[in-house]
């Protein structure tokens, strides 16, 4: 309400942090910013656990690609639990399991008996729980603002993990030189469990769904064999083939998640094997981390920036940004430098925050809210789908033509993927709802 006399705002958009009001979004940005602060430190921890065990560029492909292959596979299903059950739950349950698996593997490494097959399967445990858990994570924010200040949430979302992710990739790559890999891993553990009870303490409404949205639901289950079946009693399967209606049907959507399939493959090959594979030859394993710390601040300078945009094409502007993952791959195959490769980490990380907040918004904007963690998993599956073929396929690249030429070709494709994407009419088209209020529907 204008006090009498009161000029009228001109500017009604919502605050920047107008989301921390609603007590279900700081759980459950609370819950994530732990979890990430502990994922920060594991990738670390275990990369460089592999390779004391091994040396082996190749061994280390293997174990980080497992957890991304068992990501693959049961994402889809994670979808469909996010759909059916309360996701906090689902939340709460995954973490625990993580919890168990990170501690299972510190302990091994603690105590001298890892192996590669040993970390082999324990990274594919934690992948799929991890599969488990992220479309509930993913599509549980927006029940817990109001639609006029999704941008805003997911921008302060991803400003919270990003700084943990600075203080755990910094933290991480100091635990590992000083006290070595096993207890960077039993920090991971440690910080999945905290973020379990924070999850725990989230409570929020259902996602609603309409008459005219139950009816569709039923329709296509019926259409796919589960006649006379109700949404809620439809087969996975059934379930499944509704998100995919939902993916398929979004031009702007299969194109960016299929662009992410080849740039993600490459982007994880290059700076997650190897990245410490040209730090242990070149500038050391602490420089290693604050570079990864550097593309994580370069993600929240983005952060502070995208809670701020007003932009009709917000995805048109994300996606153009993503021609920064070019930097960090090619510095590092080109002029591996820590001064250099801090800047393009920094550049790279902020092109990276640009997409994200981008691409968070307009999944929650144009994709119903009952249907949303299983488009979202389709999305997490097409995203990551490649990226156990680039982690395990660049070690023997790195071995038959050097590391630093592979990463150089890996940035060259993410570059040339970046512009197919913006290639796409209705990428560069998607409008934006411009939320003026809380209040905003």
Not at 200 to 212: E, S, T
Not at 226 to 232: A, K, N
Not at 361 to 375: D, F, G, I, N, W
């Amino acid at each position: 309400m204008t006090a009498v006399g009161a000029p009228e705002r001109t500017d009604d958009r919502p605050g920047a942090f107008a989301p921390l009001r609603h007590a279900p979004f700081r759980f459950l940005v609370a819950g994530r910013t732990v979890t990430m602060l502990g994922n920060a430190v594991a990738p670390i921890a275990l990369a460089f656990a592999v390779l004391d065990l091994t040396g082996s560029a190749r061994d280390l492909g293997l174990v980080v690609g497992a957890r991304s292959l068992a990501n693959v596979l049961f994402v889809l299903f994670g979808g469909v639990i996010a759909d059916r059950l309360p996701r906090h739950l689902v939340m709460v349950g995954a973490s625990l399991l993580a919890a168990t698996t990170q501690a299972t593997v510190a302990a091994t490494v603690l105590t001298g008996t890892a192996t590669i097959p040993l970390l082999l399967a324990l990274s594919a445990v934690n992948g799929a729980v991890a599969a488990l858990s992220m479309p509930a994570t993913a599509a549980m924010l927006p029940q817990t603002v109001p639609p006029g200040v999704r941008q805003q949430a997911n921008a302060l979302n991803r400003l919270s993990i990003n700084g943990a992710m600075i203080v755990g990739a910094s933290l991480g790559g100091v635990l590992v030189a000083a006290v070595g890999p096993g207890w960077g891993l039993a920090v991971d553990a440690t910080t999945f469990a905290l973020a379990a009870a924070l999850f725990g303490l989230l409570r929020v409404a259902p996602p609603a769904a309409g008459a005219a949205a139950a009816m569709g639901e039923v329709a296509e289950a019926a259409a796919s064999g589960g006649v006379g079946v109700s949404p809620s009693r439809a087969s996975i399967f059934a379930d499944l083939r509704v998100g995919w209606t939902e993916f398929r049907t979004r031009t702007w959507l299969w194109v960016v998640v299929a662009g992410f399939c080849v740039s993600n493959a490459a982007f994880a090959g290059g700076v997650g094997v190897l990245g410490p594979l040209v730090a242990d030859d070149t500038f050391g394993r602490k420089a290693w981390g604050l570079v990864l710390a550097a593309e994580t601040a370069g993600m929240v300078i983005g952060g502070l920036v995208a809670i701020r945009l007003r932009l009709r094409h917000l995805l048109f502007y994300g996606v153009a940004w993503c021609l920064a993952e070019l930097l960090l791959l090619g510095t590092l195959g080109i002029a591996p430098v820590v001064v250099l490769l801090i800047l393009a980490a920094l550049a790279t990380g902020f092109g990276i925050e640009q997409f994200a907040v981008a691409w968070e918004t307009s999944m929650q904007e144009h994709v119903p809210a009952e249907k949303l963690a299983r488009v979202y998993s389709y999305d997490m599956l097409g995203s990551f789908l490649a990226i156990p073929l680039g982690q395990v396929v660049a070690g023997p690249l790195a071995e038959a033509y050097g590391p630093r030429p592979v990463l150089v070709g890996a940035a060259a494709l993410c570059g040339l993927v970046a512009l197919a994407m913006l290639a796409s009419r209705d990428v560069r088209r998607l409008p934006h709802e411009l939320g003026l209020s809380e209040s905003t529907t």
